[in-house]
């Protein structure tokens, strides 16, 4: 493989009302991720290029985007995987800033309005926990906060503005503070009334695309949508857990 042909979605959203795709060719060095590719026609090609980027290593979450239709990490992806003809666009969940950069700031409105950690009564200092109570949170810190999981999931995509859904990566967050071992709160009910919790019917594309292969799916929502359940049917529930709940 010598060269590699990339279309890139470009647009100037004070000029262009809809964007295209533009191909460009760029040299292919072994073992090149999609990033670098694109940051080469950044650098060589055409500077006003604009795309987030910061830790090339998938952690930092930032260059989220659709390498060929589906949503990827762009440093994470490689080249030879891909064939020499590759679609790299912005995630369709959000609002277009300019060509790969999307504005995902309605993240940190949900992430504001989740209740906050609250520790039980009477803990004293030091705080101590068994290592078996943290395994099941543990797996949820692996979050990079890259937002492809809410940019797969086709509420997000097609009925966010009808559902309020919150999206996987915050039904990840919530079920991250009531696993903790030291939290006192119950936020199924927030997740069932506000957080729209309800509108996903677990097709699991969340959990097949995080790139930190967390189990969004088997191990956040569907013990958050059990608990609210018997939060609301079951009575006695209601009485042990309802109490605590936001
Ligand atoms: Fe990304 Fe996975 Fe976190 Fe979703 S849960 S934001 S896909 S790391
Ligand atoms: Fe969406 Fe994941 Fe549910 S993709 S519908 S949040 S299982
Ligand atoms: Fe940090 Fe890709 S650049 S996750």
Known sequence: ???????????????????RFVEYTIPYVEGMVVLDAVRYVEEKIDTTLAVRWNCKAAHCGS???????????MCKTR?????????VGPMKAYPLIKDLVTDVGSNWKSVRRVPAFKPKEGLKDPWRMQQVDIERSKE???????????????????????????????????????MHPLDDLSRSRFLNEEAGIGYCNITKCCQETCPEHIPITD???????????????DPIARLIIGRKSK
Do not use: W
């Not at 260059?63 to 990490?73: G, R, T």
């Open 219 to 233: 191990d956040a929502i569907i013990p958050e949508k059990e608990r609210a359940v018997d939060i609301t049917y």
């Open 63 to 73: 260059c989220s985007a659709e390498i060929n239709d589906k949503p990827s990490l």
């Open 140 to 178: 949820f810190k692996r979050c990079i906060e890259c937002f492809l999981c809410q940019d797969v999931c086709h509420v997000m995509r097609e009925h966010y503005e009808e559902t309020d859904y919150f999206g996987p990566r915050h039904m990840v967050r919530a079920a991250s503070l009531d």
């Open 79 to 87: 080249i030879e995987t891909l064939g020499d003809r590759i679609k």
């Open 1 to 19: 493989m010598k060269d590699v042909k990339l279309s890139i979605f470009r647009q100037d959203p004070e000029t262009e009302k809809e964007g």
